[in-house]
């Protein structure tokens, strides 16, 4: 295959895809990761405030179980359909401007929240707060996914993603000083901050190539991309290979070893890689056999200048598979992760008689744990794959959570300890998930496909909580609870089993 100033005879397609796939990890990386993460930090704190101020929300305004439980879930019924909304304009107007426009509802939301006077305002402007933190998770990560070398996609994607829990994990720090010192409306107006990160994020980040590409935009696609690739040769000390060693189509099959296509590596022979969207399957054990009931119908991703996508190929061809396995793994996660998150503080409180500042600090321990697993999974999903990355977390859950429910949960300190645990293995499938259902869908559709998870973990986000809620109001003993959390994180473990691996493959090889 010839190439001429520097674009591959597969076309723009495979020139961006390849001159992307060339670039060593660089301080533009960085600049764009932390940027993005300092977005996506704030959405999980402004994700768990409700949770840090409900013990003084349910003791001010005299909540019933019932009025607790929906003041928790109106933010998760804003962020399913956030979510939703979300990877339709992110596959429409572009993945930077749908990130910004959805911290910008975060953040006057927020300080809506702050002036609630009430219950119901309380609720209503939490589900408008979750609408903008549903838009911004997902396309986000799908973002991060698109600039990503497929030999590290793993680790860079998670690196990143360890800053949600970090989100998290300051929500609760910030919480146990601020709530009872400064009260909970300080927490919503610190939520607001994000605001300032609205403007200056289309002016910092550049768009995806890869989506301008499907979007037509092709001659701005490549001055983008020049513009990053001057950045990152700046401060490079070796120049990266040229495009078109990357941009052959792939002989043999690539099985996700690490080892051939799909790497990342520099040799020739490593780097020869299909770089293009076309209607043939994976001949690989990723995916089924070509001609079978999985098997795709047309798909050509960026086959066309202005190629768009439609929410229906998510559930046609090889990627019915796809989206109803993830599907899963997303609801299952997220069903077990707030079933225990959202109550924590109450169950210290209510159940256990702690006070408010040791209840804050046990769930402070719980989430630090789960950034520990973050870190984990980023370190070892490039080598031991998505699949079993994420079917040894959801067993840790089970079990973690099994035995709790066999010790009694008889203790503050025995729940703080066992729901600490799950939260380590918990919060690696959650951070998994981010990178894994991008990985799984075509530029045209990524956004839509991201965001179709995350409208199931949202769905778990608002089940998990309501089922904990009900077991409780109607008198129900905590060992139900965390015997029911852990068959469902036994059910997520089973369904891990039928993901298909995607380690060391490009995003277009996965989709070619």
């Known amino acids: 295959m010839t190439t001429v100033a520097g674009r591959s005879a597969a076309g723009p397609a495979g020139s961006i895809a390849a001159r992307l796939e060339r670039l060593p990890h ?34 001010d305004w005299h909540l019933t179980t019932g009025q607790a439980t929906f003041a928790v879930t109106a933010g998760s019924i804003g962020m399913l359909l956030g979510a939703l909304a979300a990877g339709g304009l992110g596959d429409r107007i572009g993945r930077v401007r749908t990130v910004a426009l959805g911290v910008a509802v975060t953040a006057l939301a927020s300080l809506a929240v702050a002036l609630s006077n009430g219950i119901e305002p309380f609720v209503l402007f939490r589900f408008v707060q979750g609408l903008g933190i549903g838009g911004v998770v997902p396309v986000a990560a799908t973002y991060i996914n698109e600039i990503a070398r497929a ?14 829990p970090a989100g998290l994990a300051a929500a ?55 513009s990053i690739e001057a950045e990152v040769a700046r401060a490079a ?5 040229p495009p078109s060693r ?16 799909g790497t990342g590596s520099t040799s020739p022979d490593a780097d020869s890689r299909p770089v293009e969207d076309s209607d043939s399957d994976l001949a690989s054990d ?12 047309p798909d050509a991703h960026t086959a066309g200048a202005g190629a768009q996508g439609r929410l229906r190929e998510l559930f046609t061809g090889r990627y019915l598979r796809r989206t109803v396995v993830v599907s899963g793994l997303w609801f299952v996660a997220y069903y077990v992760n707030h079933g225990i998150a959202t109550w ?36 070892v999903v490039d080598r031991v794959g998505r699949r079993l990355a994420m079917v040894a977390a959801f067993t840790g859950t089970a079990l973690a959570l099994g035995t709790l429910a066999l010790a009694g949960a008889v203790s503050g300190e025995q729940v703080a300890l066992f729901a600490s645990c799950s939260t380590f293995f918990v919060y690696a499938i959650n951070a998994g998930l981010y990178l894994y259902t991008p990985e799984l869908y075509p530029t045209r559709n990524r956004a839509k496909g991201a965001a179709f998870g995350g409208l199931w973990n949202r769905a778990g986000v608002i089940l998990g909580p309501i089922v904990v809620g009900t077991i409780l109001g109607a008198g129900g003993s905590l ?34």
């Open 246 to 261: 990357l941009s052959e189509p792939a002989t043999g099959s690539d099985t996700g070893t690490g080892t051939g296509t």
């Open 26 to 59: 660089s301080r533009w990386h960085v600049k764009v990761r932390f940027l993005i993460g300092t977005v996506t930090f704030f959405e999980a704190f402004d994700q768990l405030m409700a949770a840090s101020a409900l013990p003084v929300l349910t003791h």
């Open 151 to 164: 030999d590290r996609r793993g680790r860079f994607v998670l690196l990143y993603e360890m800053i949600f």
């Open 286 to 297: 990723s995916d089924p056999d070509p001609g079978s009931d999985l098997a795709p119908g």
């Open 479 to 512: 060992i139900l609870v965390f015997a029911q959390l852990a068959g469902i994180a036994a059910v997520g473990a089973v369904i891990g089993l039928f993901a298909i691996e995607t380690k060391g493959k490009t995003l277009e090889e996965l989709n070619a």
């Open 237 to 241: 000390t070796t120049p990266p290979p």
């Open 344 to 379: 924590l503080p109450s169950l210290y409180t209510k159940n256990f008689g702690l006070d408010l500042t040791t209840a804050l600090v046990y769930t402070l321990f719980s989430n630090v744990t789960g950034l520990f697993g973050t870190l984990l999974v980023a370190l």
């Open 172 to 226: 609760s720090l910030v919480a146990v000083w601020v709530v009872p010192h400064l009260g909970w409306r300080a927490m919503f107006v610190i939520g607001a901050l994000p605001a300032l990160f609205a403007a200056l994020l289309p002016r910092q980040v550049a768009e995806s190539p890869r989506w301008l590409l499907t979007r037509g935009r092709t001659e701005e696609a490549e001055r983008i991309l020049a």
